[in-house]
Each structure stands twice: as structure tokens, then as C-alpha cells.
């Protein structure tokens, strides 16, 4: 085995023996010293605790000082705008539309009997006979 191969095998000897890895380290003193380092380190780590967490500032008290800069009032700007125009198209589009079908609805209405004959001529109006 060499020594590339037993630094990939290390953390495995952690965690249990290793036949090949032991004879390697039997023989080989850098191995067997970087097998050491990395023993003591994982035993120190438990040892240190978690980092403290960072501490958060407010949200909404940086939200505040975002909106008073420039940057922040662009946006805000931007913003309102925005949705000025999407009200506005949203507006247009309803408005269309109800003239459109309104329109449909006051043609369909107007029709004679010859010009519904026309348009669909698999229909066929005719008076009720009485036999």
C-alpha cells in the first residue's frame, strides 16, 4: 500500500481497524504520525463546542434604513409605478372584453331568421305543424 493510498484510508481507521491500513501504518512513521493529528483533532473537536450565533439585527429597522436611501426610494418608486401600470392594463383588458361580448351578444340578438340561415345552415327553423 502506499502512503497516498493509506491518507484516503484514514478516516475509515477512525472508525474501525484496517487490516492493510495497519500493516502500512506498522511500517510507514509519516502515515502513522498524520493518522495521530487527525485522532487528536477529532477528539478536541467535541471539545469546543458550537460557535456562538451571530447576532441578527431587526429586520423591518433594516428595512427602515433601506427605505430612506436613495436606493430605497427608487424602488419604492418603481414599485408603485409597476403597479399603476398592471391596474391600469388589468382595467382595459376587463373592459375590452365585456364590450366585446357585449357587442357579440347585441349582434346575435339583431339577427333576422334569413341571416341565422345563413351562418348555420345545418339548423333548420320551421313553424310546428298541427296534424
Known amino acids: 500500500m ?11 481507521r477512525i472508525e474501525g481497524p484496517h487490516f492493510a491500513l495497519d500493516q502500512h501504518l506498522k511500517q510507514c512513521a509519516s502515515c502513522t504520525a ?4 487527525l485522532r487528536d483533532l477529532i477528539e478536541t473537536l467535541p471539545q469546543l463546542g458550537a460557535p456562538p450565533a451571530p447576532e441578527m439585527p431587526d429586520f423591518f429597522a433594516r428595512l427602515n434604513q433601506l427605505r ?3 436606493r430605497g426610494l427608487l424602488w419604492d418608486r418603481w414599485l408603485r409605478r409597476t403597479q399603476r401600470a398592471v391596474g391600469a392594463a388589468a382595467a382595459v383588458a376587463v ?3 365585456g364590450l366585446m361580448l357585449g357587442i357579440r351578444a347585441w349582434s346575435a340578438a339583431t339577427l333576422s331568421t334569413d341571416q341565422l340561415l345563413q351562418r348555420s345552415p345545418s339548423y333548420v327553423i320551421a313553424p310546428e305543424v298541427k296534424p
Open 95 to 97: 373592459l375590452w372584453s
Open 2 to 12: 502506499t502512503c497516498a493510498e493509506a491518507l484516503e484510508l484514514l478516516p475509515e
Open 68 to 70: 430612506k436611501t436613495d
Open 34 to 37: 498524520s493518522f495521530r493529528e
